[in-house]
């Protein structure tokens, strides 16, 4: 019997666990299969990997010296894929990954165009949904993988940045504000806001970036709070109110003139999108081409 990668990765996954049925539930694998892989290392390397009992199992002095190794041989994997995916033309495959508000209707529509005529034999299948459905779909095994606008602490999923956004002053065209050259943070607090609602990626962002400049939403006049960037916009262009909002989501209502956007004085508002997936699997390789492909692209370009 040869040693396998299949194998070290069940292993470290049991590890992080603490359990095989928890490692099996992650690996979409029966307790069985799990059970068997692990007992094929063992009769390999002559020694017990862990100690069982009935609560609970612990690695062995064997399991924790394999351990790192493990791990080792799952980063060099992902690196592999991702140094090899440019080079992988002819993929085939059917990507399923959701995508929250920003990114789904106002990135990746203008990004899946170019992937598509790249990389013709992958198909893609994207659901826009908020942060929490992308993680809940990602747990059940229902997505591959979910592009979010705000980092996800979570201990079974891994977290990486794809692109870099930038939120900045929206307002209407005509608004006396736009003839300024130069806008500071109390020429804009001077006038009503239409906001995101709480929670949302977009409005979490210009929060943090208030309170590192010793202010809070107690300093703006907040008229009204909407569950949509479309809701934002259309309330901005109807003279409600200021908003703060990603570049990337205005392009239309900017190219029209009906909507202005500009920069705070000595503020930026700037934030990562990330991409996120279970740890305990390894993406495709037509995943981290596209991943690949996101990372290589200048948001700028695309807006």
Known sequence: MALNFHQLHIFYTVSEKGSFS??????????????????????????KLFLRTTKKIELTEAGRA????????????RETE????????????????????TIGEYILPRLLGPFGREFPHISVSLKVMNTTQILDEIMQHQLTFGLVEAPIEHPDVLLDPVLSDELLLVLPAQHELAQ???????DALRYPFVL???????????????????????DMKILMELGSTGAVKSAVEANLGLSILSQSSI?????????????????????????????????????????????ERDL???L
């Open 22 to 47: 928890g490692a099996a539930q992650a690996l979409h694998m029966t307790q069985p299969a799990v059970t068997m892989q692990i007992q094929s290392l063992e009769d390999y390397f002559g020694t």
């Open 66 to 77: 394999l351990l790192p190794f493990a791990k080792r041989s799952i980063e060099l994997m």
């Open 82 to 101: 991702t140094a090899m995916s440019r080079f992988t033309h002819m993929l085939e495959g059917r990507l399923q990954l959701g995508a929250s508000l």
């Open 180 to 186: 300024q050259e130069r806008i500071t943070l109390e």
């Open 196 to 218: 995101r609602e709480k929670g949302s990626g977009t409005r979490r962002v210009m929060e943090e970036e208030l309170l590192r400049r010793g202010r809070d939403l107690s």
């Open 251 to 295: 392009k239309h209502e900017l190219a029209l003139g009906v909507l202005a956007a500009r920069s705070i004085e000595g503020i930026r508002f700037v934030r990562s999108f990330y991409s996120i997936h279970l740890k305990s699997a390894l993406l495709p390789i037509s995943a981290v081409t596209f991943l690949t492909f996101m990372k």
């Open 300 to 302: 700028k370009q695309w």
